[in-house]
């Protein structure tokens, strides 16, 4: 079992910054494939960013690419994302996912934890 804890979103101006961090409680962290979600009102939730168990493979929407970072920290238990130059459409409630099979894919489905999310609102 896993429990995913995100933190660190908030309000920024567009051209900003935020680092979202997602705590994990449980053994498999280490072993599981980690990523970060979006979603939008009204709209679906879609892959943002992953990382694979080892953090030797990563892995981006093509929307946010040059733009955020997804790093993790296997001793810490702890994902990360580092959003930079943020826009306005990048606001949306960001969820951290985890899958135990260790591998990334953009599909929500092969995820079987999810966190709570946290609100990211970019103003223009």
């Known amino acids: 079992q896993v429990q995913l804890v995100e933190s660190g979103g908030g309000l920024v101006q567009a051209g900003g910054s935020l680092r979202l961090s997602c705590a994990a409680s449980?053994?498999?962290?280490?072993?599981?494939?980690m990523a970060w979600f979006r979603q939008a009102p009204g709209k679906e939730r879609n892959f943002v960013a992953g990382i694979t168990w080892s953090g030797s493979g990563t892995y981006y929407a093509d929307s946010v690419k040059g733009r955020f970072t997804i790093s993790r920290d296997n001793a810490k238990n702890t994902v990360y994302l580092q959003m930079n130059s943020l826009r306005p459409e990048d606001t949306a409630v960001y969820y951290c996912?985890?899958?135990?099979?260790?591998?990334?894919?953009?599909?929500?489905?092969?995820?079987?934890?999810w966190g709570q999310g946290t609100q990211v609102t970019v103003s223009s």
């Open positions: 449980g053994r498999i962290f280490s072993s599981s494939g």
């Open positions: 996912a985890a899958n135990p099979r260790g591998w990334v894919l953009t599909s929500a489905a092969v995820y079987d934890y």
